[in-house]
């Protein structure tokens, strides 16, 4: 059987003065986890947010009992340099730190935002770094990024180098309301087939409107932005997409 449903509403589409009053309103809303959207403006041409939003964010919603449980803050970064910021973000409430495969691949393994060198890390490196600050690490795939780059990643040996999830992107990372793409879900069908037990998580123009597709294709993490913040009844939609993904599971 595949995981259960998790709803994690992204904050990108909430309203940035009242941020804190936005995460408590999602768990309320029995939403799952929360997405917050980490951008750099250099991997992505846009800038949300830092370890000082996400500390004060996390004082709103409880921390998880347990991993992956209620009150998740899945932290979606979309940077030039994920290894510089793991701490930082962990020290801030981050419970799930997911990082693009495309920037771990080029980037250097400074520990520190202030730290220059010139050795390079990888997503295996940052997957077990991640893991031994006692986060769950994610890895996450562009639309132009296939997927079977992550087969020796989620195949090592070492678990302290398989991620905890896989997020694969439905649109460009690096802004809200895109149209979503079905045309990357084949990846996510591939996931699912070869890794029963993974979460998969999809991102980007997720809604009523497209979660059947999704979850047709084995997602189980759903992240949706406008279309629960710009819902009438938040709550609502977000039980029929938990609904839509449990009816697939098997």
Known sequence: MAPPAIIAPSILSA???ALGAACSDVMKWDASWIHVDIMDGHFVPNLTFGPPVVTKIRSHVERPKTANGKGTFD?????????KWVREFQQAGCDLYCFHYEAAVSSTAAENPADETE????????????HSLGMQAGIAIKPDTPVDVLWDILESSDK???PDMVLVMTVYPGFGGQKFMASELPK??????????????????LGLGTIDEAADAGANVIVAGSAVFGAKDPAEVIAKLKEAVEKRRS
């Open 15 to 17: 309203d940035f003065a």
């Open 75 to 83: 932290c979606h970064m979309m940077i030039a340099e994920p290894k």
């Open 119 to 130: 050795a390079k890390t990888s997503p295996k490196e940052l997957i077990s770094y991640i």
């Open 160 to 162: 302290k180098q398989v």
């Open 188 to 205: 996510v069908k591939a996931l699912r087939e070869r890794y029963p037990d993974l979460n998969i998580e999809v991102d980007g123009g």
